[in-house]
């Protein structure tokens, strides 16, 4: 069973330490802790160990950048991407935090100025990879250091279970081995159960809690079409949201490429993105993207790890992803300032034989069976007739109850009918098998087939076995994914793929709860017929706002040139943003601004309160 945390901070510590408060204000700028950071952070304080899932843009690296700061040696941050070292280094500079990052983009000066301060105790946070953490005689140089903290960013690739598995992730273990009084923080924005319990193991961690963030979005719209006729309905997409920033996530670099030239010839300002791009020229176009000077970015999955943008208002997938944690991960770039924004997921069955085909290639038999479970999993939210907000917080286990309302499916709800007894009769024989059945032999136990499994196990014996006779094994296997996607039920994918029953489940089981499902023959109408949607009204700003924020985002751009750095390490577009409403007059105004620490006010102050007042002058005369 996991140790989870919820909300309950250790009781040495209040909810509003002010050590811990002033150095989130004094270096980030934020007023408040976010849901979650302050229990984390206090754990982690106490020496221990700690798996923290955070939906994207939840705020994860506050969670070890503050332990950095409140420790008084080093912390060593693993991290699997250069560029997202990169930005995290960049912003923790910006804010005046000693960091710094070691990888094969560095010169050999730049790196041995990186040792020497290193020696002299003069960096809080140390960012690598996992390969050059195990490069020879880099794990004896950090035992010479006072390491307070390993964070182990991008935790899930740590699991074979999961997606983006990173082999070398699994050498990680030797951290505690190495260093077993350091604590260990792993983070990740994607994770079910199996994935979670996986990362603690492999780390080898002592006694962890798992921190686990709600993943829910109500700010973003959920919706899937069907793949034909991409082209119109990224038209109509892009019409509606014309001169805001979205991404579009494209399978192929040729597809992002050609994508990009077709909204070029309609006059958007787009372009592409993806790995085979040059550094420089990748570099151009997300710091392009984040400034405002590109509205569109058509992408591959190459691009948004770590990208610090607030008001993307729509995210595309052009072609279906492989996971649902890699589609929860991309959605999650859009809306990150709490604005309405829409996410859009096109869906072919050529999409589907694409991944297949990748997932035939892969030669380890058994993570092949997860990466095709898990596509299993994507196709069944692309198909599916129930509210689709439930099926992705079912998919992390968070426990919902009432259809969200903001997802195509909720604004076009099918005809339901009562599928409790149904939902008892399936959940009770998962239960008497001790949960050990896949969904093919629960089927078989469902309609009374005396399989050679059922047979072998005794499951004929069970008081359920037969009890479904009455329906289908097509319709038993349509409403089984339907309480998979409910939440009432889940996959135990280390564990022979066999079914698990949920707290919703045991609730339906003991008639606590009803259980409203989609007849076979409705989900098939519905997947058939053209799915019409509506536009979604986008709120921005207010219009005075709009005209200071266009200042304040070029002059954030000409500071940020002449620094030769991105335009986000000044100021955030959501810094910006509450700049531009709350109009500051003076620096005491200024440091009220979300995102503004002591650092930057003293940096930036005078020259953002000039522009305010120059702009407040401007509309008196007129």
């Known amino acids: 069973m996991e140790s989870v945390i919820l909300s309950e901070p250790p009781a040495s510590y209040g909810n509003s330490d002010p050590s811990l408060l ?222 805001r920033s979205g991404i579009i996530y494209c399978n192929s670099r040729a597809g992002s490429e050609k994508l990009a030239a077709k909204l070029q010839a309609i006059g958007v300002n787009a372009d592409f993105y993806h790995a085979k791009l040059d550094a420089l020229e990748r570099s151009r176009v997300q710091d392009d993207f984040i400034q405002g000077k590109l509205h569109v970015i058509c992408a591959t999955i190459a691009f948004g790890m770590g990208i610090d943008k607030a008001d993307v208002r729509f995210v595309v997938h052009y072609n279906m992803p492989g996971t649902v944690e890699g589609y929860y991960q991309e959605i999650g770039r859009a809306g990150r300032d709490g604005k309405p924004a829409e996410t859009i997921l096109f869906y072919s069955y050529a999409d589907v034989q694409t991944h297949m085909h990748f997932a035939e290639e892969i030669q380890d038999p058994r993570y092949k069976e997860v990466v095709i479970a898990k596509l299993d999993r994507m196709k069944e939210y692309a198909e599916a007739q129930v509210c689709r907000r439930t099926i992705l917080l079912s998919y992390f286990s968070e426990e919902t109850v009432e259809p969200c309302g903001n997802c195509d499916v909720c604004k076009d709800p099918p005809k339901y009918f009562d599928g409790t007894v149904l939902a008892q009769k399936a959940l009770s024989a998962v239960v008497r098998s001790r949960q050990q059945l896949p969904m093919s032999v629960l089927v078989d136990v469902l309609k009374g087939t005396r399989s050679p499994v059922v047979q072998e196990n005794g499951w004929e014996r069970i008081k359920t076995f037969g009890a479904g006779n009455d329906v289908s094994a097509f319709a038993w296997i349509m409403f089984i994914q339907q309480f998979l996607q409910l939440g009432l039920l889940e996959i135990a994918y280390a564990d022979h793929y066999h079914l698990r029953i949920t707290r919703a489940g045991e609730a339906v089981l003991q008639g606590e709860r009803p259980v409203r499902l989609v007849s076979p023959a409705t989900i098939k109408e519905r997947q058939e017929r053209p799915k019409q949607r509506k536009d979604v009204l986008v709120a921005g700003p207010s219009a005075a706002a709009e005209d200071l924020l266009a200042e304040l985002k070029a002059l954030r751009r000409t500071i940020a040139a002449d620094l030769k750095k991105p335009a986000y390490i000044v100021f955030s577009d959501a810094t910006l943003l509450d700049m531009a409403e709350k109009r500051p007059g003076n620096i005491y105004e200024f440091r009220l601004v979300n995102g503004v620490g002591d650092h930057k006010a003293s940096q930036f102050g005078a020259a953002f309160l000039e522009a305010i007042a120059a702009w407040r002058g401007r509309r008196a005369v007129n």
């Open 22 to 243: 002033e150095l989130l204000e004094r270096h980030f700028g934020y007023k408040s802790f976010r849901p979650q950071q302050l229990e984390v952070i206090e754990h982690v304080l106490h020496g221990r160990d700690a798996v923290v899932l955070m939906p994207t843009g939840g705020g994860k690296s506050i969670c070890y950048q503050l332990p950095a700061l409140a420790f008084p040696g080093l912390t060593v941050v693993i991290s699997p991407l250069i560029a997202l070292m990169k930005d995290q280094v960049q912003s923790l500079q910006g804010n005046g935090i000693p960091a710094a990052f070691l990888n094969s983009t560095l010169e050999f000066n730049e790196e041995r100025l990186i040792h020497q301060q290193l020696r002299n105790g003069e960096l809080k946070l140390l960012y690598v990879s996992p390969e050059r953490l195990f490069q020879l005689g880099f794990l004896d140089r950090l035992t010479e250091l006072n390491v307070s903290l390993f964070a182990v960013d991008e935790a899930h690739c740590i699991s074979s279970w999961g997606h983006s598995f990173r082999p070398e992730y699994k050498q990680l273990h030797v951290l505690k081995q190495r260093f077993p009084t350091v604590p260990v923080i792993a983070l990740t924005a994607t994770a079910d159960r199996t994935v979670r319990g996986d990362i603690a193991h492999s780390l080898g961690l002592r006694e962890p809690q798992v921190f686990i963030s709600s993943f829910d979005r109500p700010n973003l719209s959920l919706a899937v079409l069907p793949g034909q006729d991409r082209w119109r309905a990224i038209e109509r997409i892009v019409g509606r949201h014309a001169g």
